[in-house]
């Protein structure tokens, strides 16, 4: 029998909170007896509790905790392809992989989520024009369906499941195992260039001589800037070093406590990115950096989320095709500035291609990610950027978000009809549930 248990549970950014019966499986067929005894309320795989919103919650049902279904199953060294449990992390990749000079094919912005999350959310990361997102590399998976069966999918053997499960937010089963191909010619260092962006379109410029010829491409902008400063900020460009030794083991900070709700605001956020603009000289500079410091900049302080205090705080995410991208991403950050709400997490990255998923968030284009703290009309704000972002085609990523509307969520994804019959056919009684799946109104959710 399943021991579950009363647990409490919030998403990233900290903004809800949830109330739920889990489970912690270590072995396959514990995972298996887990879904057997849900069989009168709905249950829903999460991993390392990564995704800002309401993805991997499940509030007043269970939830399967993965994070000890942590092992990797086999590699092939010829192929590159790796075969893990679910609740493998990028860190136990790179750990494993790069002193082989193997590397994810995509990483999200931390290092602690896991593979079965990849999945979920077909995550993305700095060198997307180059090698796409997550689900790209994904040669199999064996998904643990409502029936209580397991079944190997591959895009040849049932390729509407398998596009709904990549970015399908864990909503049409419970991922076993996976199988994906790693990336060779790794190494541990990175040769970064960094350059200060005098605005907006100097950004546009400077990312289109760069997408298609380097690997790892970021943003940072500077979300308070106006008028002829709007989008100022620091483009870093990264290529791999020929060094092969494997850099010190990190010695990471925590953040102890809850920052007081005062402690983010316009001055202050003002002042931390006029200093972290200017710690880049105005003619750039070069530097070697660890690989992993490229990827997860954020890791080195645990418990970074509560420098937002008790309330939490939103992601935004979007992207916009390149088509209306000068407009679109002007219009964005001029509501922004507009409303003084602070963000000092304010990423701008390029995209290369459409994800394999019904639900990938990927599309050709440039991707805008922000960070706000909850209250002070950030509600209003994240609805008025939907619609801008809504209004030049673009879409919201469900990884990130807390608030999309129903309608919104229609319109940005025109594969839903297609995601939605899939989830008909395998799981008709709606037994996978998130709270994103409710608000959302998917799987007939009141």
Known sequence: MTRWKPTTLTGWGRNRITRTAAARPERPREL??????????????????????DAALNDGARVVLTERLDRILSFDAASGVAVCEPGVTFADLLETFLPRGFMPPASPGTAFATVGGAVAADVHGKNHDRHGSFGDHVEWFDLLLADGSTRRITPESDAELFAATIGGMGLTGIVRAVAFRLLPRATPWVTVREKRIADLDGYLESFAQVRDSVTFSVGWIDALARGSSLGQGILETAEFHEDRAMP???????????????ALNRLSVRAFN??????VPTAGRERQRSFSKLLYPLDALHDWNRIYGRRGFYQFQCVLPDRTARAGLRSLLETIAGTGNPSFLAVLKTLGRTGRGHLSFPMRGHTLALDFPCGGGADELLHRLEAITLEYGGRIYLAKDSLLSRAGFRAMYPELPRFEAVLQRVDPGARFMSDLARRLGLKGAA
């Open 32 to 53: 298996d007896a887990a879904v057997a005894d849900t069989r009168d309320v709905t249950v829903l795989a999460r991993g390392a509790g990564r995704a800002y919103g």
């Open 248 to 262: 010190a083991p990190p010695r990471p900070r925590r953040v102890p406590v809850d920052l007081p709700s005062f």
């Open 274 to 279: 006029e200093l972290y603009r200017r710690r």
